[in-house]
């Protein structure tokens, strides 16, 4: 099927009310994102790449433009797709390259525009209103897909006949997560960086834990009991006041802590999350609030008296300040002030210049019987998506489909290699984590929809603060929160 439509859908679309994401069966809400065939990991890809040429470089273009709207890099993640000249560095190149064998195979000429991720969508508001046509494809934050779809801004990809959503170059879980009823606004391919840069780990210090005869924990992870139990044991072990006299933090003080967490969402929703306790859920293709069962409480309680401020268990650090300003939670990991640390992968790249030993983990399960370990992604991870302003829709999937392609053979590959195992991982087992780490990514549906920011905010202190009075919380906020899932649940 080849769509070609003008902007002026966009607003006849505006007029009616919007597109229908009405929802059905879709996919297992446990699912990770299976990267176990991605270039440089253990399992080998299975494909024929003359074959693989053939079909997504089955026609070109004659000179047009392929128009990328983008955001900038941020919090050391990479963002940008086309660097536009070569510099020596080893993954801008590789990215030079991707770009440019795109132009050269499809016979066009690719425009990238990257703006802010805080400016972006008033940006993406403006040409919408205007129906202006000047992107083809636009890489949309996760937090602002829900407006954007509701106000029928986004084509369903699935409409397209160009995309092989089936191969591997797509994050094919995620995206059959994230499917309803047949309609998929935004996919996840290995274009874009910062969907592996932005997922949410544990980092270690090993000669922390070597200084107090303490066992590395990748064992415990291969065994299954990398748990939030097994977490408290080496918290202990670690808090000291040395000689300070309290666990408040001071820029030149000697007290030593078990972790450093965001003093915001970065830090108790992923510990949530990695428990397998999630606010929203999509169940047999209907968004559902799904907190509030036994085992939530249970796990709510876990973290509420194992992550305490007050016998040095967690730092919990400031968010409004650079990773490297004093007292932030990556600078207490970085000056080995903290034996543990929960932030994106990408921080690995600032790891280089350490004289200490560190290694990755997965954030801890709840308790042994929990099947899997997970992980979700930055709650601003841009994904591709088609605006219905786009006036050859054709050229916008066939070339979106070729560039993920492309950008799975040539760059990822140097990424994965390059970028995370020789630079920013020091040790075998490390590189062991990160496989693991990469297959059991998950998409958090709160983050997509916006729904429950409040209540996250508000159950994050109550934990931080060692309560775990959430129960009322919840009921404050649950009808707020199922009325937003239905508006969505219901629209058609």
């Given amino acids: 099927m080849r769509h070609r439509r003008t902007a002026s859908l966009l607003f006849t679309l505006l007029c009616v009310g919007g597109f229908m994401i009405a929802c059905a069966e879709s996919g297992d809400p446990g699912t990770g994102i299976d990267m176990t065939d991605a270039p440089g990991a253990d399992t080998p890809v299975q494909t024929n790449a003359a074959d693989d040429d053939s079909y997504v470089f089955g026609e070109t273009f004659g000179g047009t433009q392929f128009r990328i709207l983008n955001t900038e890099d941020i919090y050391s993640m990479h963002a940008k797709i086309d660097p536009e000249e070569q510099n020596g560095e080893t993954l801008n190149d590789a990215q030079f390259l991707t770009c440019r064998t795109l132009e050269e195979k499809l016979e066009l000429t690719l425009t990238e525009t990257n703006i802010h991720l805080d400016e972006i969508q008033a940006h993406i508001n403006k040409i919408l209103t205007a129906g202006d046509d000047v992107y083809d494809i636009i890489y949309m934050p996760t937090q602002y897909l829900n407006q954007n779809i509701t106000l029928g801004a986004l084509y369903n990809l699935l409409d397209f006949q160009e995309f092989t959503f089936d191969r591997e170059w797509w994050m094919q879980s995620y995206n059959e997560a994230i499917t309803m009823n047949g309609v998929l606004f935004a996919a996840e391919g290995y274009s874009h960086l910062m969907a592996i840069d932005s997922l949410n780990i544990m980092y270690c210090n090993e000669d922390m834990m070597a200084n107090r005869g303490l066992e590395k924990p990748y064992s415990l992870v291969r065994n299954g009991a990398w748990t939030l139990d097994a977490l408290h044991t080496y918290l202990k072990a670690a808090a000291s006041m040395n000689s300070d006299t309290t666990f408040d933090w001071t820029s030149g003080g000697t007290a030593l802590y078990g972790i450093s967490l965001a003093d915001a969402y970065q830090g108790i929703p992923f510990m949530l999350f990695g428990a397998d306790e999630r606010l929203l859920e999509m169940q047999k293709g209907v968004l559902t609030l799904t907190a509030g069962d036994a085992r939530y409480f249970e796990v709510v309680s876990k973290l509420a008296s194992i992550l305490t401020k007050a016998n040095g268990n967690t730092y919990y650090g400031i968010c409004n300040a650079d990773d490297g300003d004093d007292g932030h939670w990556i600078y207490a990991f970085e000056h080995e002030r903290a034996m543990f640390m929960v932030t994106e992968l990408c921080k690995t790249g600032r790891m280089r210049d350490k004289d200490y030993t560190y290694g990755i983990l997965p954030l801890p399960k709840f308790d042994e019987a929990q099947e899997k370990y997970y992980t979700t992604t930055f709650n601003r991870n841009p994904l591709i998506t088609i605006p219905v302003t786009a006036p050859d829709t054709h050229l916008a999937a066939a070339a979106a489909d070729a560039l993920t392609y492309l950008s799975y053979e040539m760059m990822y590959p140097v990424f994965r290699e390059t970028t995370l195992e020789q630079k920013g991982l020091r040790n075998e087992e490390s590189i062991e984590m990160l ?58």
């Fill in 435 to 492: 496989d693991l780490i990469l297959q059991n990514s998950v998409p958090d549906f709160s983050a997509v929809y916006s729904i429950g920011i409040n209540y996250n905010e508000q159950v994050r202190l109550e934990v931080q603060s060692g309560s775990d009075a959430v129960a009322s919380i919840l009921e404050k906020h649950r009808l707020e929160m199922e009325k937003a899932i239905e508006v969505i649940n219901e629209q058609e």
